[in-house]
């Protein structure tokens, strides 16, 4: 009895040993945050680019290199200076990053296809305005 218990644990650790190296685990791999569209806040109180255009689906992540001021990333007209120098299309929420210091960034998710105009309001005045084209 005791010769068949040893060898019915051989089996079973062969067994095993060989599962272990022939069975193949799938993992699925981690969904990737797609690359975002940088536009720098520069020193000189301007968008860096102005204008882009990207497609519905990607992210432009606004990144402050102005070391001596914070700027701030608006599409809604009550948060902005002149409400005219902002619009989005008439499906999408408007955005507002609040104030971003330096070497702090805002990202945003363009989800409807048109036309962005933002503004950083602190500096509105002084022409800091974009716009984001998102087509399909």
Not at 34 to 48: D, G, H, N, P, Y
Request: glycine share 4%; aromatic share 6%; charged share 20%.
């Amino acid at each position: 009895m005791l010769s068949t218990l040893r060898s019915a644990i051989c089996i079973c650790a062969t067994l095993i040993v060989f599962s272990a190296f022939c069975v193949e685990a799938t993992v699925p791999a981690a969904p990737q945050e797609s690359e975002a569209i940088v536009v720098k806040m520069t020193a000189e109180r301007k968008f860096m680019p102005e204008k882009i255009t990207i497609k519905v689906g990607q992210t432009v992540e606004w990144v402050n290199d102005d070391s001596t001021m914070p700027h701030e990333v608006t599409t809604d007209p009550n948060v902005a200076s002149d409400p005219s120098n902002v619009s989005i299309p008439a499906e999408a929420a408007a955005f507002d990053s609040h104030l971003i210091t330096n070497g702090k960034s805002f990202r945003h998710q363009f989800t409807v296809a048109g036309l962005y105009r933002y503004a950083c309001p602190p500096h509105e005045n002084d022409g800091m305005l974009g716009e984001v084209t998102v087509t399909k």
